[in-house]
């Protein structure tokens, strides 16, 4: 499906799991069904989306490198977007991460 093999979907699958469960809700059950499912669909978007360019461009061979990148996406993907959403809706906070990024200069 998509261009991926089931190693590929049961990791991801797998890790989508695992960050509902170590996810904090808050809120009413409406607001915490929906986030459960924004956690959901950004990790699998991440991962489908970003694997192959990552493992592109850090120029590692795709079939040895395909199964812990997306894994990693599939984990790390919401908070990811997260921050890029609020870096560039916030230009101190864009400059924060440079500075950051650069060492603290």
């Keep these: 499906m998509f261009g991926h093999d089931n190693t590929f979907w049961w990791t991801v699958l ?3 799991v695992v960050r509902l469960f170590t ?3 808050e809120g009413a059950l409406p607001s915490r ?4 499912g924004f956690i959901a ?6 991962a489908v989306t970003f694997t192959r360019p990552v493992v592109s461009f850090f120029d590692l061979p795709l079939d040895v490198w395909q199964i812990p990148v997306a894994a990693l996406l599939a984990l790390t993907g919401e908070g990811l977007m997260r921050i890029v959403i609020r870096a560039t809706g916030d230009s101190k906070y864009f400059l924060s991460l440079i500075r950051a990024w650069k060492g603290g200069k």
Excluded: K
């Design 14 to 16: 797998g890790a989508v």
């Design 41 to 46: 669909f950004a990790a699998i978007f991440s």
């Design 33 to 36: 069904l929906f986030r459960g």
């Design 23 to 25: 996810a904090e809700y």
